[in-house]
């Protein structure tokens, strides 16, 4: 057993060595005993590992630093800033290379211009739906790797601190609310915002609990039963001053957690109203809030002025500073306006015919 998301592995002239990912640090292995002998904290997000001299070099992706380790001592790393994210790292004549992505800020900026069909008459993230708009907008206690391809769907935490483990025989879930962060209105985020969150989910018609059902929750069956009386306070126990947020099942569920990535969980701020919220939008909390919303015509997102980026993996910054999505087009007119230069991203998806035209016209 080493630490979360264990990534690179290098063998050395002392054991091999194993970055991971999501706790930020390196364990080394001693083979000879088959476990790990030191932990050693290193940046954010280990990517890649190598040997160079009488030391161990790390990349670390999400904080842009390469961590160098004394292997004879397993002292405390020492980092050294690069210009953008490092991802490589390899030994060319005794001496450590690492490769980095292009600078990040070269991408900052301008306008994304996306092409839908509808969202409803309601942007309230009770709904089933836009699931691209609400994660552009809001988060939860956890939330998946925000990258491409299969890396993609990796659980990671957002604003919990960290991925707890299930105790009391799988049936109850700790989290730790992490510190600092703000909705776009100002107020900070608590940790009775996410029971807040469950309980309006149960109180509106038509929502996601509504139709989803099957919470192992303690009190969501009676909630499922009378929405309108809906109390989740022992099956979702929450302390302000501690930032703790516990689940308690009546039966073991391992797929609570990526249920906790869903939309309907995502924390409120009080005073967020008991009933569905319509066209105005839920204060943010992610890199961008609302502006304006036109059922059936436009969307607009502009930044978030009090998000900062708490943990890139799960919540990074976006590159836009604004976001035009234009509403009530088909998805064949969604392709040509992307085609003809006017849109740059279809929010719907493409499918049957339209793929295998697309697919011969631009290989």
């Known amino acids: ?65 390469v961590s160098q380790v004394d292997i004879d001592t397993d002292s405390d790393a020492h980092s050294i800033a690069t210009v953008s994210a490092p991802r490589g790292a390899a030994t060319v004549g005794g001496a450590p290379w690492v490769s980095v992505r292009g600078v990040v800020t070269s991408h900052r900026g301008g306008t994304l211009r996306v092409v839908a069909s509808d969202l409803g008459d309601s942007i309230d993230p009770v709904f089933p739906g836009a699931d691209w708009l609400q994660i552009t ?46 909705y776009s209105s100002g107020v900070p985020v608590r940790a009775s915002d996410f029971r807040l969150a469950f309980e309006r989910g149960f109180r509106i018609e038509d929502s996601y609990l509504r139709q989803y059902g099957g919470l192992t929750i303690v009190g969501a069956a009676e909630c499922t039963e009378s929405p309108e009386t809906c109390d989740l306070s022992e099956g979702i126990e929450t302390d302000d001053a501690a930032g703790t947020i516990t689940f308690h099942l009546i039966q073991p569920d391992p797929s609570l957690i990526y249920k906790l990535a869903l939309p309907f969980t995502f924390a409120v701020p009080p005073g967020t109203p008991m009933t569905d919220v319509g066209t105005t939008p839920v204060p943010a909390t992610g890199p961008y809030m609302i502006d304006e919303y036109v059922a059936g015509d436009r969307l607009v997102l502009v930044r978030n002025p009090e998000f900062h980026e708490w943990y890139a993996p799960a919540r990074p910054d976006g590159y836009p500073d604004r976001i035009e999505v234009t509403l009530g087009l088909s998805i064949g007119e969604q392709v040509s306006e992307v085609e003809q230069g006017r849109a740059d991203w279809v929010a719907d998806s493409i499918t049957g015919e339209t793929i295998e035209n697309l697919v011969t016209q631009y290989a």
């Open 137 to 182: 907008t809001n988060d939860g206690l956890v939330g998946f790797k925000r990258v491409g391809g299969q890396d993609g769907l990796t659980l990671v935490p957002n604003l919990a601190i960290s991925l707890p483990t299930p105790a009391d025989a799988g049936k109850t879930y700790r989290f730790k609310l992490r510190e600092g962060i703000r």
């Open 1 to 65: 057993h080493v630490g979360n998301q264990p990534g690179a592995v290098a063998v050395g002239p002392d054991g091999v060595w194993v970055a991971n990912t999501l706790d930020g640090t390196v364990s080394r292995i001693d083979p000879d005993i088959g476990s790990v002998i030191d932990v050693i904290p290193v940046g954010l997000g280990p990517s890649a590992i190598a040997f160079a001299g009488d030391s161990v070099w790390v990349t670390n992706e999400f904080d842009g630093t």
